[in-house]
């Protein structure tokens, strides 16, 4: 299976350093534990650092607040059955899209995760 990457220009950023795809890792790894929090801290914290962190990012919160519309929309539908089963992709969607963001941003290369919206530039 060939993983998709939806960035722009995913090889954008040359000669990322390991620290800085350990700190950008760690904000798509802290979803699994602290959604919102955790990687919102370590992104204001690091993101003048480097322009590979700050856009790790930002992608990662334009991901979180785009599936944060889709599962308010799939929990009206649950009221129609559909619902259930959107929510239910969804949260395999999310879990997915987040490991594959660890392995392209372990390889330096930006990701962005397929149906995310640009509310951050």
Do not use: C
Request: hydrophobic letters at 55%.
């Amino acid at each position: 299976m060939k993983l998709v990457n939806q960035s722009k220009n995913p090889h954008a950023f040359k000669d990322v350093s390991d620290n800085e795809t350990t700190i950008a890792m760690v904000i798509w790894l802290l979803s699994f534990f602290t959604t919102f929090l955790g990687p919102l801290i370590i992104w204001v914290l690091k993101r003048d650092d480097s322009a590979f962190i700050d856009q790790q990012g930002k992608n990662y919160l334009n991901y979180l607040i785009s599936y944060l519309i889709y599962t308010i929309i799939a929990s009206v539908l649950v009221f129609v059955l559909i619902g259930v089963v959107l929510l239910f992709i969804l949260g395999i969607a999310m879990i997915i899209y987040s490991i594959v963001a660890i392995i392209f941003v372990l390889k330096g290369e930006d990701y962005v995760v397929p149906f995310t919206i640009e509310f951050i530039k």
